[in-house]
């Protein structure tokens, strides 16, 4: 064989190659649009003057706190400026945050008095 046949051989296979790459960043993009459209999602019970996350920690991204009230009293959720809507005993309600980076961030009760008798926490992002 020559070098020219090579050359010849060559170019008939990188032809095919060329149209798949040009095909393929298309196919990229949706499937990671897909992986950030998913929030992950934290369950929050509050019982009275304290708060049981289902997880310590969350990627960053969105997060979907919901929110189950199994105390006697009214409670609501608040972390990185979100606060949730009150949420009166056997009631349930859902926020969602966008956390952009990594950090620890703090959540609490705002009902006066309720994050001093223990409704505070902090949730990690990492």
Known sequence: MSRRTVYRAGSAVLAPLA???IASPAVAPAA???AHAAAATVNVTAVDFKFKLSAKSVKPGKVTFKVTNKG???HDFKID???SKMVSPGKSTSIT???K????YPYMCTVPGHAALGMKGT???T
């Open 97 to 99: 945050v966008d956390f």
């Open 19 to 21: 149209l798949f790459a």
């Open 72 to 74: 006697a009293v009214s």
């Open 101 to 104: 980076k990594a950090g620890s």
């Open 123 to 125: 949730l990690k992002v």
């Open 32 to 34: 990671a649009a897909t």
């Open 81 to 83: 400026g979100h606060t």
